[in-house]
């Protein structure tokens, strides 16, 4: 189970940090991503970390402004949002997978949290 916390409402640079905290002893053996969706759009990439968190992947519109990171020992994967603008509002989801082959493709997670609004204004 995954549960998404730290969304909220910030002006356009500001910043927020989301969390996932995942249960169950297999945290540590998972590839960790966040996706989000904006209202009348499909679910897209964000960022995704490996399992002991060596590899870090990110999609192009948000590399140098978030940051992926996990604690394994506490079971828990944060994203750290910079500089956040207009195109970043939407409902960030958690998700885990086995392994980081094709770690972007949104049907290679297999486990999904609920999801966590982020809004930005001007």
């Known amino acids: 189970q995954l549960q998404a916390s730290g969304g909220g409402s910030v002006q356009a640079g500001g910043s927020l940090r989301l969390s996932c905290v995942a249960s169950g002893r297999t945290f540590s053996s998972l590839t960790m991503g966040w996706f989000r969706q904006a209202p009348g759009k499909e679910r897209e990439f964000v960022a995704a970390?490996?399992?002991?968190?060596?590899?870090?992947y990110y999609r192009g519109s948000v590399k140098g402004r978030f940051t992926i990171s996990r604690d394994n020992a506490n079971n828990t994967v944060y994203l750290q949002m910079n500089s956040l603008n207009l195109e970043d509002t939407a409902t960030y989801y958690c998700?885990?997978?086995?392994?980081?082959?094709?770690?972007?493709?949104?049907?290679?997670?297999?486990?999904w949290g609920q999801g966590t609004q982020v809004t930005v204004s001007s």
């Open positions: 998700a885990a997978r086995w392994g980081t082959v094709q770690v972007m493709d949104i049907t290679t997670y297999e486990y």
């Open positions: 970390v490996s399992e002991r968190g060596y590899s870090t």
